[in-house]
C-alpha cells in the first residue's frame, strides 16, 4: 500500500471489525507517519462525566459543562487523559493535528476548562488508539477500516458536535452510506 498521511482523517470500523474495542467504532487520526498512528475513538462514551473527572483531580467545576462525557479513547495509556480541543491555543504538551485542532496531555489545560477559559470546544478521553509503523497500512489493506476525510466544518461537527451514537453513521454520510445497509450487505457479492 502506499504511503498516505492520514492526520486529520477518520477511521470507520468495517462491520466485520469484531475487536470489542474498536467494533462500530469511529477513531480520530491525530498524527500518522512512518513510525505509526495515533487516534481517538471519538463515540465511545464510559461512565465518567466531566464532573466526575474534576472531581477526581480536585479541580472545581461550575456550569453546564458538568455532564459532558468522558470517552474511552482506545487501548493505550488508559490512565491517561487526552483532550482533542478547538481551537488550537498553546499548552504544556500539546500535539498540533492541523491549523485549528490540538490534542493535549497536560493538566494546564483541564484547569483552564475548570475556570471558565478554556478551548470552546473539546472532547476528554482516557486512553488512546495506537498502531505501530506499518501497522494500520496493513489493517487498511485487509479492509477493516473506511477512511473518512472530512471539511473543517463536517469534522467539528463530527468531533464536537454531535452526541456519540449519531457519530457513526454521520461519518459514514460523508461517503454517501448508510451504515445499517452497509452492515447488512458487507461481504455479500
Known amino acids: 500500500m502506499e504511503n498516505v498521511n492520514l492526520t486529520g482523517q477518520f477511521l470507520v470500523a468495517m462491520p466485520a471489525m469484531t475487536d470489542p474495542y474498536f467494533a462500530k467504532s469511529v477513531t480520530f487520526i491525530c498524527e500518522h507517519n512512518a513510525d505509526g498512528a495515533m487516534g481517538i475513538v471519538i463515540n465511545r462514551p464510559i461512565n465518567m462525566t466531566l464532573q466526575d473527572l474534576f472531581k477526581q483531580l480536585n479541580l472545581p467545576l461550575a456550569g453546564a459543562l458538568t455532564d459532558k462525557p468522558i470517552y474511552f479513547g482506545g487501548p493505550v495509556q488508559l490512565d491517561r487523559g487526552f483532550v482533542l480541543h ?9 500535539l498540533r493535528i492541523d491549523e485549528e485542532i490540538g490534542l493535549t496531555t497536560s493538566k494546564d489545560i483541564l484547569q483552564a476548562i475548570a475556570e471558565g477559559h478554556g478551548p470552546h470546544h473539546f472532547l476528554i478521553s482516557l486512553g488512546y488508539a495506537g498502531w505501530s509503523s506499518g501497522q494500520l497500512e496493513q489493517e487498511l489493506a485487509h479492509n477493516a477500516w473506511l477512511t473518512v476525510e472530512a471539511t473543517p466544518e463536517q469534522r467539528h461537527r463530527l468531533l464536537f458536535g454531535l452526541p456519540a451514537e449519531e457519530k457513526v453513521q454521520a461519518t459514514m454520510a460523508l461517503l454517501g452510506l448508510d451504515f445499517a445497509r452497509f452492515a447488512e450487505e458487507a461481504g455479500h457479492a
Open 86 to 94: 478547538q481551537p488550537l491555543q498553546e499548552w504544556d504538551s500539546t
